[in-house]
């Protein structure tokens, strides 16, 4: 069972347009992590946060956390092919447990 | 290469035939955890160690799966009489002890179809 909505679950796009995922939960996170995986691979971290609030940019891509930590969003500027792939979002519950949750992930596709 | 690496990357087995993956983590992250993905899922968790010690295990791991760390290092998965549900990609990440949202790293899969 997935405790973790991500949405939407597939989106296809041209380069140069912009998107945003989310990762939703009804349960507060301890921490919130953000991969991109691609097919016949292991997911690759893109971010970490664990402040309510917290903002972090890496490159084109913003990462939020919602203030009252319970959801987050991803948004890509510009988007180029290079992005396609599975965003996956995954959480840990509460402090001094290390088992990560993930959602299902968006599935990203970007046009050239 | 420093990363978590996993072995096999491929494996197909006939059903009931029994199958062991290994995973060598980072070298110097004390903590293992294995996940299993199957297509359109994200990843599910498994079991993870903390050292030698196996402190957390999913009702996904039934009797026939079996995981071990003997000596805190590398660890094995081991699945017994497989059946063709566990075809799917078996994951490996590692992370250090410590604060900073204790940031977890993915080895490459091993990919598993049972015939």
């Known amino acids: 069972t997935q405790l973790l909505e991500q949405s939407p679950q597939f989106l296809s796009i041209q380069e140069g347009e912009n998107l945003t995922v989310y990762c939703n939960s009804s349960s507060v996170f301890s921490s919130l992590q953000w991969y991109r995986q691609e097919p016949g691979e292991g997911p690759v971290l893109l971010v970490t946060v664990v402040t309510g609030g917290e903002v972090k940019k890496l490159k084109r891509l913003t990462f939020q956390f919602g203030d009252a930590r319970k959801d987050s969003s991803l948004h890509i500027t510009a988007a180029q092919p290079g992005d396609t792939g599975l965003y996956l979002c995954?959480?840990?519950?509460?402090?001094?447990?290390?088992?990560?949750?993930f959602g299902t992930g968006t599935r990203l596709k970007v046009l050239a | 290469d420093t990363g978590v690496s996993q072995d096999p990357r491929h494996k197909i087995t006939k059903r009931g035939q029994n199958v062991t993956f290994r995973c060598d983590p980072i070298?110097?992250?004390?903590?293992l955890y294995w996940y299993r993905q199957t297509l359109g899922q994200g990843p599910e968790f498994l079991t993870y160690f903390q050292n030698e010690a196996q402190l957390e295990k999913s009702r996904l791991l039934s009797d026939r799966f079996s995981a071990e760390r003997p000596k805190g290092s590398f660890s094995t998965l081991e699945i017994q009489r497989t059946e063709q549900g566990d075809s799917a990609m078996y994951l490996c990440?590692?992370?250090?002890?410590?604060?900073?949202?204790?940031?977890?790293?993915f080895g490459e899969g091993s990919w598993l179809t049972v015939v």
């Open positions: 070298s110097e992250h004390n903590r």
């Open positions: 990440a590692s992370s250090s002890q410590g604060y900073s949202g204790n940031t977890i790293y």
């Open positions: 995954a959480l840990t519950k509460q402090s001094g447990t290390y088992k990560y949750i």
